[in-house]
């Protein structure tokens, strides 16, 4: 019996994805995505070896701008996006794979770390009249739309565009410790360069203000990614997706 041409039609992103190992599975809009957000988050993360960028408080003193955790996460998806964009060019199976987990971990873990990024910096940023990295300063327009609403952005779309972003448990675990960790280096960077590199953190009792404060940010960071897990699993029950791998079910 010869099919009508909407079966094949309603067929084809099936056959596709079984012929598609791994992350290639994926339309070819996510690589151009990727790539074009790779070139992005590498000329801003460059800006900062210019001179334009040295006369910032971020640049000077211990730490240099990794003293921030919006560099540090700016840092690590952009890293993240290279992975992905390796993942879609490797043509070894077994690479792919490799890559392709790599790269759903790193993604998902960073979605909470990137909202969480542009939540508290706008929340106390509006809340307390520039506390979050110094006041008002001479920074180029673009900067920070680049580092505190891109980032996030990026992030969202990622999720949205790749289908196989799992928000696995073990996503949440390496969020939590990528927060964990950031939390023990704010405390180094204090201990060389003086004082805690976010103002309003030097103006809350230590330790007591502080710790109330990393109670508050691990609680953005474990809502942001129940949030991210729910909506992408929504989107993939409208969308029709099949659901996660047993694989990925047993890490949950």
Known sequence: MQEVPGS?????????EQN???????SDYAFVFHAFALLFYVRTWMWHLTPAA?????????????????????TMQMVQL??????????SPKRKQKL???????ACALFCIASTVTALFFAIEKSTKGLVEGGLLDRPPWLSFSVHVANSLTAWLDMLIVE????SGSSRH??????????CWLLVVRHHFGKFPYPILNKLPFPGGFLAFVALG???????????KVVKALVGRLAGSPPASPERKKKR
């Open 8 to 16: 094949l039609v309603a067929r084809l992103p099936a056959e596709l």
């Open 20 to 26: 598609s190992p791994g992350f290639m599975a994926r």
């Open 54 to 74: 040295a006369i910032l408080p971020g640049a000077q003193g211990f730490g240099w701008f990794f003293r921030y955790l919006t560099f540090c996460s700016y």
């Open 82 to 91: 290279f992975v992905c964009c390796l993942a879609h060019v490797t043509r």
């Open 100 to 106: 392709s987990a790599a790269a759903d971990q790193m």
């Open 164 to 167: 196989e972003r799992s928000f």
């Open 174 to 183: 390496l969020a939590l410790l990528i927060a964990l960790l950031y939390c």
């Open 218 to 228: 691990f609680g953005v960071v474990l809502t942001t990614f129940q949030l991210g």
